[in-house]
């Protein structure tokens, strides 16, 4: 490659003018690989290899500049890559990641789709479906600088619960806490604002207009179209029903589906609550004692 073969150093974009789309691609240098990235480079897309050398902490250090995707092949080392991907999903959450796997078990895949990750591609994966998945990506870094999301100070947390106590409860105690707070009474309304807002994390409830609602909302932020850009949003699930999805369904075939990032009942002990909110987002979360 032409390229200096580097991580990209993290940095600010000097005005408004938008920074160059690029791509940090961790993968062997192959025949496959090699057309890929011309091809790529032919539609004006910056594009790194990340070298063998480089750290977890590196890698993820460079996407945390704008308009970067990170592209892993897990046919090299499927344990580096697997720990690079949790690493970006936790410490750079809005760079979307691709991730390329030959045959994945369907244990593998569950947790790579669990983690948020932007699209699984199955190899061999053409050109051209590389080519759309990164226009998507691209897509999806844009919108999400023209409404700040990426560099806002305070996270933004959305309640999706038609419970009206338990909502005006919890977003007292997360404003307190220095989030900023938005609520919805449905999974019509909540989907909608997800559109809308961008934002952070969920807080879902399970019962609201009908008994799966809460089900349909985790379901289609994580697999449904129109919401690709939206993936990497966690998701807290709060019911009052005792059993979490992935225990009350496990003999079902797509559980997966509406499997949430974490699970708690009510009524919610405060102290965990926060705990798992910080832990979604990748903050220093306190200890809890139990």
């Not at 920074?19 to 032919?42: F, N, S, Y």
């Not at 059993?243 to 369904?249: E, G, K, L, N, V």
Request: net charge negative.
């Amino acid at each position: 490659m032409s390229r200096s073969e580097q991580v990209p150093e993290p940095q600010q974009p000097d005005g408004p003018i938008a920074p160059a789309e690029r791509v940090c691609l961790v993968a062997d240098h192959t025949p496959a690989w090699e057309q890929m990235i011309r091809a790529l480079e032919d539609e004006d897309v910056d594009c790194r290899w990340v070298p063998a050398t480089a750290t977890t902490a590196e890698v993820v250090a460079g996407l945390q500049r704008c308009n970067v995707v990170l592209i892993i092949d897990l046919a090299p080392d499927p344990v580096r890559g697997m720990t690079l991907l949790t690493t970006a999903r936790r410490d750079a959450p809005g760079a979307p990641v691709v991730v390329v796997a030959h045959d994945p078990s369907i244990e593998l895949a569950r947790r790579i789709r669990l983690s948020g990750v932007f699209y699984l591609a199955l190899d061999p994966v053409s050109s051209e479906e590389m080519h759309s998945v990164l226009a998507s990506a691209f897509g999806c870094l844009g919108r999400k600088r023209a409404d700040t999301s990426m560099c806002r100070a305070k996270r933004r947390v959305l309640i999706i619960d038609d419970d009206a106590d338990f909502a005006a409860s919890t977003t007292s105690l997360l404003e307190s806490e220095g989030y900023v707070v938005s609520t919805a009474r449905n999974a019509k309304e909540g989907l909608e604002k997800v559109l809308e807002e961008s934002p952070d994390l969920l807080v879902l409830d399970v019962m609201m207009e009908h008994d799966s609602a809460g089900y349909q909302v985790n379901q289609a932020l994580k697999y449904g179209p129109g919401f690709e850009c939206f993936r990497h949003i966690p998701i807290l699930m709060v019911s009052s029903i005792p059993i979490d999805p992935a225990s009350r369904f496990s003999m079902a075939g797509d559980v997966d589906m509406i499997t949430p990032n974490a699970y708690l009942t009510k009524p919610v002990d405060v102290a965990r609550f926060l705990h798992e909110i910080r832990a979604l987002l990748g903050e220093q979360p306190d200890a809890v004692t139990t």
